[in-house]
């Protein structure tokens, strides 16, 4: 390995003044001429008191050169040939005193290649002027990667190449526990590569160290030297960054279990193929998530990841999802799925509660209503027959298109029902509205649709009306803030209305939200401020801007004993992140008074989810 090292180290002479090498070496250890490298030169106390000195120098031997071969001399010797490629006899012979002539010598210029290697991030630590193997394994690497011969480079090339303009730099490596835009980078390649699910955080804790060392593994097993420790490197930060880099190891196709399945799942995962968790076992729903990946990237569909699928599926490029693979759901699954199924059934007028991605019993009302809306088609109502469950076959024909324009016949109460639904899932119409009687309050909010979305202002459920109603282009009523409650992560997101008519995301808070269930979900347009302290006589406490969202139920601040600010309830404050309340949403003070000032009646629709 090393003997073309020693051939550069014998050129690093070259940089340096002659009369300055000539100084260095004194006559008595200038190497002794022999007939053949195969002499042993141990029984020579002068020759090897030389070699001695040279070790020394190189820290291969303590102590002093006595010109007696004796075991530390012999391990001295063997360290140094092992280390720089040389038969390891343990013995002095003239190939291995002339490589060590050179490397004593020359030991400022080893300092200046170190420091070279240094800066170009292969070699870590400070430059001695000592050549042991990091350094050499360090010259390996940088030949490596900048496209030098293993062997029988010249000593020209190597040290041209070293110190070029265009030598490859390594990227600066990242601890463990780093944080900031650096480690978010990290992360984005990280989950590009699949070896990291998850968004990219800023912060390297332990499952971004994790999936460091699972693409270190990735490395190694494809021939990359590099330590599998979880901390960035700048070797592993080099492969993760390259522009040419090819994650391929293997194929995988069904059946295929480990790592690589793995990997390709959590991919597929991420870039929305996918509605289930990544495993190391590539089934049937895998292929097919596959399948869907290759269609899109224009790629022969045949469900095996091969070389070029993998090179695709894990380049930046990659295309996402239009939609995941489908399949069965039923009643406590949550997922995309359940998403496209929620999100269906409000645009087809079946629902009116915002998609939350939990199969519920809002689902379950909406599916039973689906069934029987179709009952004058037994065959297609069979699929929804049990609300609790949707097989596949249900879903795909839901997602296909089952509840477009329909009928538009309102004297029908069930049509008229699923207009007014659909009118006020897009805000025209008050939840009291949708009663099956398509009376003057519905024509007008008709209009009002038709008005926005460019359409004759007529009133009248006409064909182009209702394909535009119940379709995904359907335009919403504008409202100037839009405020949306998740209570499965218990925030409270506020929108406002831009000049484009779209809505930008203006605030973001915590609030707890009703115990058991109690906070109703659903869409409401009537929202006001109340009362700047306002009591509760059930509960015998108070609370700071309150907000009516509906009814009894409010918009309020954390709970006092008094209408006294120094009477808070600290655990209403503590609470905040979870379900504490009896119905209401509990905000932090700033927070609720920000809704109290700015949300005025009618500026405001709340969708609760």
Same mark, same amino acid.
């Given at each position: 390995m090393f003997k073309r090292f020693a051939v550069f180290i014998c050129v690093i002479a070259v940089i340096?003044?002659?009369?300055?090498?000539?100084?260095?070496?004194?006559?008595?250890?200038?190497?002794v001429a022999v007939d053949s490298p195969y002499v042993s030169l141990d029984d020579q106390p002068d020759t090897l008191r030389q070699a001695q000195r040279h070790l020394i120098a190189?820290?291969?031997?303590?102590?002093?050169?006595?010109?007696?071969f004796g075991s530390k001399t012999e391990a001295a010797l063997r360290a140094f040939q092992q280390d720089n490629g040389l038969s390891a006899t343990g013995h002095l012979d003239a190939e291995t005193?002339?490589?060590?002539?050179?490397?004593?010598?020359? /030991?400022?210029?080893?300092?200046?290649?170190?420091?070279?290697?240094?800066d170009l991030g292969y070699l870590q630590g400070r430059a001695d002027g000592i050549w042991g193997p990091k350094s050499a394994a360090a010259i390996e690497v940088f030949q490596q990667l900048n496209g030098l011969p293993e062997t029988g480079v010249s000593r020209s090339e190597l040290i041209d190449a070293l110190f070029s303009e265009g030598a490859v730099a390594l990227p600066k490596g990242l601890p463990v526990g780093s944080k900031g835009e650096e480690v978010a980078v990290l992360q984005q390649k990280l989950i590009q590569f699949g070896f990291l699910a998850g968004k990219a955080d800023g912060a390297y804790g332990k499952q971004t160290a994790k999936a460091v060392s699972a693409f270190q593994r990735h490395l190694a097993g494809q021939g990359v030297s590099v330590k599998v420790d979880g901390t960035a490197s700048s070797l592993t930060l080099y492969y993760l960054y390259g522009e040419n880099y090819s994650s391929?190891?293997?194929?995988?196709?069904?059946?295929?279990?480990? /790592?690589?399945?793995?990997?390709?799942?959590?991919?597929?995962?991420?870039?929305?193929?996918?509605?289930?968790?990544?495993?190391?076992?590539?089934?049937?729903?895998?292929?097919?998530a596959l399948t869907l990946f290759q269609n899109k990237a224009q790629l022969p569909a045949s469900g095996v990841a091969d070389r070029e699928t993998i090179t695709s599926l894990f380049s930046a490029s990659a295309p996402a999802a239009d939609r995941c693979a489908l399949h069965g759901i039923s009643t406590g699954d949550k997922g995309l799925v359940v998403r496209y199924v929620e999100e269906a059934l409000l645009t087809g007028g079946m629902s009116v509660i915002p998609p939350g991605g939990r199969y519920n019993s809002a689902v379950e009302t909406a599916v039973e209503r689906l069934c029987e809306y179709l009952q004058s088609s037994p065959d297609t109502a069979a699929l929804f027959a049990d609300k609790t469950q949707l097989s596949k076959e249900a879903v795909t024909a839901l997602l296909d298109g089952l509840l477009g324009a329909g009928s538009g016949d309102t004297a029908d109460k069930a049509e008229a029902r699923r207009i007014q639904r659909r009118l006020h899932s897009l805000y025209y119409l008050s939840k009291d509205g949708v009663d099956g009687q398509f009376g003057e309050n519905s024509r007008n909010a008709l209009r009002a649709f038709q008005a926005a979305n460019g359409l004759g202002e007529t009133g009248e459920a006409d064909r182009s009306t209702l394909e535009r109603l119940f379709s995904s282009a359907a335009v919403a009523k504008p409202y100037p803030y839009r405020?949306?409650?998740?209570?499965?992560?218990?925030?409270?997101? $506020?929108?406002?209305?831009?000049?484009?008519?779209?809505?930008?995301? $203006? #605030?973001?808070?915590?609030?707890? /939200?009703?115990?058991h269930g109690s906070t109703p979900r659903g869409i409401f347009l009537d929202g006001f401020p109340v009362n700047r302290w306002h009591y509760f006589t059930k509960f015998d406490c108070w609370a700071q801007y309150s907000f009516v969202i509906e009814g009894n139920i409010m918009f309020h601040s954390v709970l006092y004993s008094a209408q006294d600010e120094s009477t808070l309830r600290v655990n209403s404050v503590y609470a905040l992140g979870s379900p504490a309340s009896h119905g209401?949403?509990?905000?932090?003070? #700033?927070?609720? #008074?920000?809704?109290?000032?700015?949300?005025?009646?009618?500026?405001?629709?709340?969708?609760?989810?």
């Open positions: 340096l003044p002659f009369s300055a090498l000539s100084e260095e070496i004194r006559e008595d250890e200038m190497p190189l820290g291969y031997l303590a102590g002093g050169a006595d010109g007696i005193l002339s490589l060590l002539s050179q490397l004593a010598s020359s /030991s400022a210029s080893i300092a200046d290649v170190q420091q070279r290697l240094i391929y190891l293997s194929d995988v196709s069904l059946g295929t279990t480990g /790592s690589e399945a793995q990997r390709v799942e959590t991919r597929l995962a991420s870039l929305g193929y996918m509605d289930a968790a990544a495993d190391d076992s590539f089934d049937e729903y895998a292929v097919e405020v949306e409650v998740s209570l499965a992560a218990q925030t409270v997101t $506020v929108y406002q209305l831009n000049g484009q008519g779209g809505y930008d995301e $203006v #605030k973001r808070f915590p609030c707890s /939200s009703g115990l209401c949403i509990r905000l932090q003070v #700033k927070d609720a #008074k920000w809704l109290f000032e700015h949300c005025k009646r009618g500026s405001v629709v709340i969708l609760i989810y």
